[in-house]
């Protein structure tokens, strides 16, 4: 056995040291993959500070040499050691005490403010037992004698600690939790972070607030997120007096449906608010499932409202008197070139003469549609067509189980031909996909120009059977020649009865 030296003393205190610290990382390091717990960087000081205490306490033993300044160091090395050991440790109580497991198997965490309540009180409890055990100081005589000292801190910490107590309220009565959407000083904003001493929250500005939570537990909490997510709000319309309620209530809920982000159950509702001076206010009620939306949602209810209503031929009542009519007789000039060319070039329509075209032109309507409002929807009567002058849209096919974009239209082309010529039922849901400008060809435009000339009903028929008849051909069906002429007699019977026509 070698002969006891300080080199002896250094060479133990060194392994004792090494020895201690990887025991110390790799039992971190075991937690850390068998149960996913993290120390974080704060745990290396704490091993290391263990390091140094067992080399201190136990190398001079070992060695047989024993070192006069070690009595004196130890006290101090034992004191860091267990304060830096509280980190670790609240850790490991806030893992067992508020971390479970989820449905999906992924932990929950709980409220930060739990987890900074359990620090506090660990780190408190670890100084007085330091003070008491390692130092003895007798810990009840010093918080007695220092009472005066306690009651000034008491009230001047009454706001923080008002603000604690708080925070664990808002834990046990759970108002709400992170991700919510609540109404906050007359702003609606969402849940971010709830701490030990305030609640942080984010509006639709992307504007940090931070509330204490004593205010917050003393005022009424709104949360749009309970009890589910789907939620009401108001928009105000003003249409003028002499309209009828029916028909306003109509048009503004087939508007106010066809909004995106707007549920289809329940269905919008349209109520007569108040009788103005100015005309009538209506409340449009209308429900949303993510409270991220609402300003848009709002936005958009009024935009597609005020189409449906200048569509309608009606003002909106406001103090300027001189509104004009967003549904006119007054093709522009614009309009009037596309609409011409457009139906000139019109596979069914062509047969129009230059007079006619004009005629038709002139006694059109120019409508005009919110970007994503329904033109037309599938399955709805109609006796209209429309040509696009301006914007861009979309024709969506229902089926029972999914829908289907089938073709996207721009200015130049057209769609309902079918329902201006005979009045069927809409094939497809047209939506515009920006605003929309476009001029539509009504029966009772079309109606004067087929008395004038009745026999265009007779090409009309020959080019809708012919239309029929190509796609059935693109469909690997040939049409014999006798049910081809049988179906032009019931296409002309048709298109004549629906034109109040006789044979």
């Known amino acids: 056995m070698p002969e006891p030296s ?7 205190a060194l392994v004792l040291a090494a020895a201690t610290y990887v025991a110390l990382i790799a039992a971190a390091q075991v937690l850390r993959r068998s149960r996913g717990i993290r120390f974080g960087r704060a745990y290396h000081p704490f091993a290391l500070a263990v390091a140094a205490l067992c080399a201190a306490a136990y190398a001079p033993r070992l060695a047989g040499y024993p070192v006069a300044w070690v009595a004196d160091v130890l006290p101090h090395l034992t004191a860091v050691a267990i304060l830096l050991g509280a980190v670790p440790a609240v850790t490991l109580v806030n893992r067992l005490l508020w971390v479970r497991t989820g449905p999906d198997g992924k932990p929950i965490e709980a409220p930060r ?30 918080v007695a004698g220092s009472g005066v000292v306690a009651i000034i801190l008491g009230l001047a910490m009454q706001d923080l600690l008002g603000n604690i107590f708080g925070g664990l309220s808002l834990y046990l009565e759970k108002p709400f939790k992170p991700g919510d ?13 709830i701490t030990w001493r305030s609640t942080r929250l984010v509006t639709h500005d992307d504007i940090l607030i931070d509330v204490p939570n004593a205010l917050i537990c003393k005022n009424v909490i709104t949360n749009f997120q309970t009890p589910h997510p789907s939620h009401a709000l108001h928009a105000f319309v003003r ?5 009828p309620p029916a028909r306003v209530q109509a048009l503004l809920r087939d508007s106010t449906a066809s909004v995106p982000g707007v549920s289809t159950f329940p269905a919008p509702e349209i109520r007569l608010d108040e009788f103005l001076d100015s005309g009538i206010r209506y409340d449009v009620k209308f429900w949303i499932e993510d409270h991220r939306i609402a300003q848009r949602a709002l936005s958009d209810v009024r935009i597609h409202a005020w189409y449906a209503i200048r569509r309608a031929g009606m003002d909106i009542p406001v103090p300027i008197l001189s509104v004009r009519r967003a549904r006119t007789k007054e093709v522009p000039g614009a309009a009037r070139l596309v609409t011409r060319q457009a139906l000139r070039e019109h596979e069914i329509l062509s047969f129009l003469g230059d007079a006619e075209i004009d005629r038709l032109v002139e006694e059109s309507f120019v409508v005009t549609f919110a970007p994503f409002e329904h033109v037309i929807d599938q399955g709805t009567s109609g006796d209209s067509m429309f040509l696009i002058v301006r914007g861009r849209v979309e024709v969506r096919v229902a089926h029972a ?11 130049g082309e057209s769609f309902g031909e ?15 996909l920006e605003e929309l400008e476009a001029v539509e060809v009504t029966r009772d435009t079309l109606t004067p120009i087929i008395h004038a000339n009745p026999e265009v009903l ?10 029929q008849a190509a796609n059935e051909q693109h469909a690997a069906h040939v049409v014999p020649a006798h049910e081809k002429r049988a179906r032009q007699a019931s296409m002309l019977d048709r ?3 629906f034109f109040f026509l006789g044979r």
């Not at 300080?6 to 133990?12: F, G, N, T, Y």
């Open 113 to 142: 403010v739990l987890a900074d309540t359990t620090g506090i009180v660990v780190f408190v409890a670890v100084a007085l037992a330091v003070l008491q055990f390692v130092y003895q100081l007798k810990v009840p005589g010093l």
């Open 6 to 12: 300080p080199a002896l003393v250094v060479a133990l």
């Open 495 to 497: 298109l004549q009865r």
């Open 239 to 243: 249409v003028p007096l002499d309209v």
């Open 181 to 193: 959407w609540l109404v906050v000083e007359g702003r609606d904003a969402r849940v971010v972070e």
């Open 418 to 432: 079918m329902s201006l010529l005979t009045g069927e039922p809409r094939s497809a849901t047209i939506v515009a």
């Open 458 to 467: 007779h090409k009309l028929s020959e080019l809708l059977t012919e239309r």
């Open 401 to 411: 189980d999914r829908t289907d974009v089938v073709a996207r239209f721009g200015p």
